[in-house]
């Protein structure tokens, strides 16, 4: 059974998110404003928090700092704010996801279960990283990627760029987060490379490049890989 930390001081929706998440037999933590969050965190030992930014008492940004001072939780914002600059502030703080209000309860429920399972321990280090999906197959450790049983030539930068999406499966991945591990840290406002080198993997890897499955763009925040 997994436990859940709610925090938002909007009781309907806190109330909304207790009933469902019990219902699917999940422990129920909640919380009204950023202190007793941060408190519930360190004693509770959430296995995802799902986070409001507009707090009485700090930012949400700030509570995400704080609980990245010290663990990894999956962190999935739940919030009215809409802008990319406050989503993409909330992602290089460290949240692993963003959904805004007014939000479906199933895409909710669904990108919590994702948060969950990528945060399950990872196979032993002796085994290799293969991600397979209905189209090609990634060997993280071989640095291969196969499609229709052929070996799929990469740069080193379309693999950098593959590498750090796919290492993150069904997590949001920020612009800025991507220029930086793939360019480097100077960089973090050059959102052209990510447009030319997406539009190449799409390319060489998905079945149809103009509907893309596996490389989703999230507009002016960042993108995602879906196995």
Do not use: C
């Not at 519930?40 to 707090?55: E, F, N, S």
């Not at 429920?109 to 090609?136: H, M």
């Not at 999406?165 to 960089?187: F, H, I």
């Not at 959102?191 to 390319?203: E, P, S």
Request: proline fraction near 5%.
């Amino acid at each position: 059974m997994h436990r859940v930390l709610v925090v938002d001081d909007e009781p309907q929706i806190v109330r909304a998110l207790v009933i469902n998440l019990k219902a699917r037999k999940y422990e129920v933590d909640a919380a009204q404003d950023g202190a007793t969050a941060l408190k519930l965190a360190a004693d509770r030992h959430p296995d995802v928090i799902v986070l409001d930014l507009g707090l009485p008492d700090m930012d949400g940004v700030d509570v995400i700092r704080g609980i990245r001072g010290w663990t990894r939780v999956p962190i999935l914002v739940l919030s009215a704010r809409h802008s990319s600059d406050e989503k993409v502030q909330a992602l290089d703080a460290g949240a692993d996801d963003y959904v805004t209000k007014p939000f479906g309860m199933d895409e909710l429920l669904a990108r919590l279960r994702a948060a969950v399972r990528r945060a399950e321990p990872s196979a032993p280090a002796g085994d290799r990283a293969v991600v397979t999906t209905d189209a090609f197959t990634v060997d993280l450790s071989a640095k291969k990627v196969n499609r229709d049983g052929a070996d799929v030539r990469l740069t080193p930068t379309e693999w950098h760029l593959l590498e750090v999406l796919v290492r993150n499966a069904g997590r949001l991945v920020s612009q800025k987060q991507l220029l930086r591990e793939v360019w480097g840290p100077s960089y973090g406002t050059e959102t052209n490379y990510l447009r030319v080198y997406m539009a190449q993997l799409r390319r060489k890897l998905e079945a149809d490049p103009a509907h893309p499955r596996h490389f989703v763009t999230e507009p002016g925040m960042g993108y995602r890989f879906e196995q």
